[in-house]
Nanobody, 127 residues
Framework: QVQLAESGGGSVQAGGSLRLSCIVS????????MAWFRQPPGKEREGVAI????????AYVRSVKGRFTISQDNAKNTLYLQMNTLKPEDTGMYYC????????????????????WGQGTQVTVSS
């Protein structure tokens, strides 16, 4: 079973940057992709970025495209999310996700698309 541990969250002013890290340990039955999700206060968890672990292909939701970058360091078993030009609407708990659900046929940014989650790291952006 895979274990995920996020870090790097914090409080920043609008326009600032943060880099989130997710250390991956254990074994995931499905290692095709990993992703970052976030859950704003009072809202549903939503995907923001996805990385194909084999080909390195990435995709982002429109609200973060051009500002966020997802990447991986295989030697360190770590997934990253570089977040630049942060906005107050980026505030939320950020989660690392792994082990995509092979039975799920919905979009990758739906919560049900992944089965393994970290504990989350809080990001707060003030205006």
């Amino acid at each position: 079973q895979v274990q995920l541990a996020e870090s790097g969250g914090g409080s920043v002013q609008a326009g600032g940057s943060l880099r989130l890290s997710c250390i991956v340990s254990g074994y995931a039955s499905n290692r095709a992709s990993m992703a970052w999700f976030r859950q704003p206060p009072g809202k549903e968890r939503e995907g923001v970025a996805i990385l194909s672990t084999r080909g390195g292909t990435t995709a982002y939701v429109r609200s973060v495209k051009g500002r966020f970058t997802i990447s991986q360091d295989n030697a360190k078993n770590t997934l990253y999310l570089q977040m630049n030009t942060l906005k107050p609407e980026d505030t939320g708990m950020y989660y690392c996700a792994a082990d995509p659900n092979p039975l799920y046929r919905g979009p990758w940014y739906d919560r049900d698309s992944y089965t393994a989650w970290g504990q989350g790291t809080q990001v707060t952006v003030s205006s």
